[in-house]
């Protein structure tokens, strides 16, 4: 199956500083990707739809001026988690699918755990 | 988009085999039924996907009535390490489809 790289795995930071997580498409393009975070014992949130050469979309109550997202190229989506505190903490977890060979599942990365100290 | 309801927990021992069955009431036409698993701190795993009648792969299978309003995920002859969180997804398989999560249901294989 196609392969979504997230870097990196896990990220220790102070409070206030900004963190940025990574995004890769290893082996398609993705027009789209979407950015999730899960809490401990609970499902994947979705925070926001990140569009290739546009802004992304953001859900209902995701700060957008807190959690940065770029979407600069085919292969590529970022995160950033700008003055970070300890309530940000989490786990976050991209995905893309293979629109442009038809394939309708969604393939995630491996995550990134946010600790913020 | 179309709800789904599964069970929250399920036990089961290896080498049983595991039927999990997902509610989707409300699934249109175009909508495609996708299973995925979740281990501990790694982010979801594609495992199948049908759209009606039975799907097999190398891991599992998945079994659709014919008025797809629910789906069964089953994992032949489970061992200790298929422990994790399985979800069913639905939607299209158009561009526009954002993948959204239910609660999913945690899989605990005992010894």
């Known amino acids: 199956g196609a392969v979504v790289s997230q870097h990196p795995s896990w990220v220790i930071c102070k409070s206030g500083t900004s963190v940025k997580i990574e995004c890769r498409s290893l082996?398609?393009?993705?027009?789209?990707m979407f950015w999730y975070r899960q809490f401990p014992k609970q499902s994947l949130m979705l925070m926001a739809t990140s569009n290739e050469g546009s802004k992304a979309t953001y859900e209902q109550g995701v700060e957008k001026d807190k959690f940065l997202i770029n979407h600069a190229s085919l292969t590529l989506s970022t995160l950033t988690v700008t003055s970070a505190h300890p309530e940000d903490s989490s786990f976050y977890i991209c995905?893309?699918?293979?629109?442009?060979?038809?394939?309708?599942?969604?393939?995630f990365g491996q995550g990134t755990r946010l600790t913020v100290v | 988009l179309a709800k789904t309801t599964q069970p929250i927990s399920m036990d089961s021992y290896e080498g049983q085999e595991v039927n999990i069955t997902c509610s989707h009431n409300?699934?249109?036409?175009?909508?495609?039924i996708t299973w995925y698993q979740q281990f501990p701190s790694q982010g979801p795993r594609f495992i199948i996907q049908?759209?009606?009648t039975k799907v097999t792969n190398e891991v599992a299978s998945l079994f659709i009535p014919a008025d797809r309003k629910s789906s069964t995920l089953s994992l032949p002859r489970v061992s200790l390490s298929d422990t994790a969180v399985y979800y069913c997804?639905?939607?299209?398989?158009?561009?526009?489809?954002?993948?959204?999560f239910g609660r999913g249901t945690s899989l605990i294989v005992h010894p």
């Open positions: 409300n699934i249109a036409t175009n909508d495609y």
């Open positions: 049908g759209y009606k």
């Open positions: 995905s893309a699918r293979d629109q442009d060979r038809g394939r309708t599942e969604a393939f």
């Open positions: 997804l639905v939607g299209p398989s158009g561009g526009s489809y954002i993948p959204t």
């Open positions: 082996d398609f393009q993705a027009t789209t």
